[in-house]
């Protein structure tokens, strides 16, 4: 699984990667975690607010600070 967290680096963004972090730690799932800072990067998802979330080049979240219960349920 591959998720990126795109954000240039806000505090809700920051919490973001953290907690979905902590999620893929949680759930023991075997995942690769990469922040997005590049504006550019960012533009390419047509993401209009973040923090947002991709998994497996699939936008599942814009501008929302999930919690690490609700990433598990994305997750699991």
Do not use: F, H
Request: glycine share 6%; aromatic share 2%.
């Amino acid at each position: 699984m591959n998720i990126k967290v795109l954000g240039t680096g806000c505090k809700k963004c920051q919490e973001l990667e953290k907690n979905t972090r902590m999620a893929v730690e949680e759930l023991q799932v075997d995942a690769v975690v990469e922040k997005v800072e590049d504006i550019k990067e960012i533009m390419k998802y047509k993401v209009m607010s973040t923090p947002a979330l991709v998994i497996d080049e699939k936008v599942v979240s814009t501008g929302k600070l999930l919690a690490v219960k609700e990433l598990k349920g994305m997750l699991a």
